[in-house]
C-alpha cells in the first residue's frame, strides 16, 4: 500500500461519485461538522496509532479496491479481498484474491515467502529484522507491498503525518455498521482520508488514499471488517508449509502482481 509520507504516485483506487453529487457537494461547500481546530484530527490519527502499536496480535479481513487510469481518461478498479494475522515485533501472514492473483505471503522473523497459488508456484528470501522492515523492503526492493501496510507499522503516526499540510475533522461515518471518527488530510502530492472506529478500540475502518499527480486521480481504498486482537486472534505458527506441493522459484520470477499484465504503468502528469 502507499504512504503518505513517502508520496508515491503510484497508481491507486477510488469510490465512484457522480456528477450530480459533485455539483451539490461543491455548491453546499464543506459540511458544518468540519472543525476548524487541524490539531484535532491529528489527536484522533495519534489514539488510534498508539492503539494499534500497543496491540502484540492482530487479525482481520480486509477488502481492497485499486484505481487505474487509462491512456483516453477511463477509471477501471480492481477489486480484491484478504485477511491479515499480525504477531509483533516480527511476524505476519497477508493473503490476497484479486482474481488475477492469488497470493500469500508469509514471514516467520526470518525466512520471508511468498506463494502464487494460481501458478502453485513460491519464492522465498531471507530478511530480518521487524515487520517495519520487512515492510520497506518488499516495496523498495521487491515492489510487492503490502496490503493495507501503512496501517501495520509501529511508527504509524510519524509515517503518516510529516507531509500533511491540511487536516479536517468531518464528524462521524459509518462503515461496516461501525460508528467512526472521519478525518482528512492532503499532502502535496496525495490527499488521504481515514474513518477510525469511535471507543476504547480506535482500529481503522477504512483507509482511502488518492493521488495529486496522476489525471483524474486515482484512488487506493482498503476496507477493514472482523478487527480481532490479543487473546482473540487465532494461533499461527507463521511457517510456510508447502501443502499444495508447489514449485519453488526464483522470487522474482513469481507473477502475483494486483495490477495484470494486461495493463502497464504509465507516467505521472
Not at 217 to 236: F, H, L, M
Request: glycine share 8%.
Amino acid at each position: 500500500m502507499i504512504s503518505p509520507a513517502r508520496e508515491s504516485t503510484n497508481t491507486s483506487v477510488a469510490t465512484t461519485v457522480s456528477a450530480a453529487t459533485l455539483l451539490l457537494i461543491a455548491t453546499m461547500g464543506m459540511p458544518s461538522s468540519a472543525k476548524a481546530d487541524k490539531a484535532a484530527p491529528k489527536n484522533l490519527v495519534k489514539a488510534m496509532s498508539d492503539y494499534m502499536v500497543a496491540q502484540t496480535a492482530i487479525s482481520f479481513s480486509y477488502d481492497s479496491n485499486l484505481e487505474i487510469v487509462t491512456k483516453d481518461g477511463q477509471k477501471l478498479a480492481l477489486a480484491s479481498s484478504g485477511a491479515v494475522v499480525l504477531n509483533r515485533p516480527d511476524k505476519v501472514r497477508v493473503t490476497r484474491n484479486g482474481g488475477f492473483a492469488n497470493a500469500e505471503a508469509v514471514f516467520d522473523g526470518k525466512t520471508l515467502t511468498l506463494l502464487g497459488k494460481n501458478a502453485n508456484v513460491y519464492g522465498q528470501v531471507e530478511v530480518t529484522g521487524p515487520i517495519d522492515n520487512l515492510i520497506d523492503e518488499l516495496r523498495d526492493k521487491f515492489h510487492r507491498p503490502l496490503p493495507g501496510a501503512d496501517l501495520l507499522q509501529s511508527n504509524l503516526y510519524d509515517e503518516l503525518m510529516p507531509l500533511v499540510t491540511d487536516a479536517k475533522d468531518l464528524g462521524s461515518g459509518v462503515i461496516g455498521g461501525i460508528e467512526c471518527d472521519h478525518v482528512a488530510f492532503r499532502t502535496k502530492e496525495v490527499d488521504w482520508q481515514m474513518w477510525i472506529a469511535q471507543g476504547g478500540h480506535p482500529y481503522p475502518c477504512r483507509y482511502v488514499i488518492t493521488s495529486k499527480l496522476v489525471d483524474n486521480g486515482p484512488q487506493y481504498s482498503i476496507q477493514i471488517r472482523d478487527w480481532k486482537t490479543g487473546n482473540e486472534v487465532a494461533s499461527d505458527d507463521f511457517t510456510f508449509k508447502n501443502s499444495t506441493n508447489a514449485k519453488k522459484i526464483d522470487l522474482k520470477d513469481l507473477d502475483a502482481d494486483e495490477l495484470p499484465k494486461i495493463f502497464t504503468p504509465g507516467d505521472a502528469k
